[in-house]
């Protein structure tokens, strides 16, 4: 069995280290250590993206091997702890009945958070460039409008990482570089880290310093180490 090197784990820096992890059919890491501001993972359909994503916030538990999240096993750590700081959106945008504040705010309820005020609101929707007024009901937005929602809604929730399964996928090219440049100044800015899913080589050629490929279930780790 590979021994995993010890890493330093760097002040206000959110690190995840996988060892000899196995999974299934799907996934056999011997060693990733995850600590970029900004961390796309790429990869053919079926190779293991978003199985190791789910990996991350308890939503699957590996076979055998390990991950520490900032030098804490995850294994150790209540899988409700662990998702107030570590936040994913996945694919498929869920909505919930009422208006665009309620679905807003209800992200913060679930993770036992002081709700938004109404201008942080405001700025979430700007940020993902969603020109509605809060009162407005989902029932009618899009299905690009839906997830640009959910994008303000875990956003506003102040984690500590965002992992996001092709956050872009029902976006415009347009849109798509918009939301993703200010969700990268957004975590760069707040010192959050940002771990994306992602097949626009558009969006993975903006962050080249921090893309790993994964193919097969196997990565050798970020592609400019």
Do not use: W
């Not at 570590?86 to 309820?109: C, K, S, W």
């Not at 938004?116 to 929707?125: E, F, Q």
């Not at 996001?164 to 959050?192: G, H, M, Q, W």
């Amino acid at each position: 069995m590979a021994k995993c090197a010890k890493i330093k784990i760097k002040k206000e820096k959110a690190v995840f280290e996988i060892c000899n992890l196995k999974f299934k059919n799907i996934l056999d890491i011997e060693a990733l250590t995850i600590d970029r501001p900004i961390t796309c993972i790429i990869g053919s359909s079926g190779s293991g993206k978003t199985t190791l994503l789910k990996h991350l916030n308890k939503l699957y538990t590996p076979d055998s091997g390990a991950i520490t999240y900032n030098g804490s096993d995850l294994a150790e750590i209540p899988a409700v702890s662990l998702r107030r700081e570590v936040v994913m959106l996945g694919q498929t945008p869920v909505i919930y009945n009422g208006d665009l504040e309620e679905n807003l705010q209800i992200g913060l309820r679930f993770s036992e958070k002081l709700p938004a005020s109404r201008d942080r609101l405001l700025n979430a929707l700007e940020q993902v460039k969603l020109n509605k007024p809060l009162d407005d009901p989902c029932l009618s937005l899009s299905g690009g409008e839906k997830q640009r929602l959910c994008l303000a809604r875990v956003m506003l929730m102040d984690a500590e990482v965002y992992l996001l399964d092709e956050p872009s996928a029902a976006l415009d090219k347009e849109t798509e570089r918009f939301i993703i440049t200010n969700l990268a100044d957004f975590v760069t800015r707040e010192k959050k880290a940002l771990i994306m899913v992602t097949h626009s080589e558009e969006v993975s050629g903006l962050y080249p310093e921090g893309t790993i490929r994964i193919e097969n279930g196997r990565t050798g780790g970020y592609a400019h180490e």
